[in-house]
């Protein structure tokens, strides 16, 4: 199972950006998708998720900021990100809640300028 995310870059603090991940399963058979992120130095940590009928959870760092969203057709989760702030660097990647039921893939990597 492969796991392919895409869509980050170079923004400045306050820009947006929308990542994509891209699954070769039927992720409807998923129940629960989410956004990992890893800065340097730290451990991944999850910053959202969403249900197979896309009732979501975004954690306190990104409530308000972040929206999570699925399409099941095209087994597909995407992250909109919104008044990004340096902190928001890291490489995100996206999984399965609770992990193990998928391999991690290729991550994207987002930076913010200052």
């Known amino acids: 199972v492969q796991l392919q995310a895409s869509g980050g870059g170079l923004v400045q603090t306050g820009g947006s950006l929308r990542l994509s991940c891209v699954a070769s399963?039927?992720?409807?058979?998923?129940?629960?998708m989410g956004w990992y992120r890893q800065a340097p130095g730290k451990q991944r940590e999850l910053v959202a998720s969403?249900?197979?009928?896309?009732?979501?959870n975004l954690s306190d760092s990104v409530k308000g900021r972040f929206a999570i969203s699925r399409d099941n057709i095209k087994n597909t989760v995407y992250l909109q990100m919104s008044s990004l702030k340096p902190e928001d660097a890291a490489v995100y990647y996206c999984?399965?809640?609770?992990?193990?039921?998928?391999?991690w893939g290729q991550g994207t990597q987002v930076t913010v300028s200052s």
């Open positions: 399963v039927n992720i409807f058979s998923i129940n629960v």
């Open positions: 969403i249900g197979r009928v896309g009732i979501a």
């Open positions: 999984n399965s809640v609770p992990l193990g039921q998928l391999n």
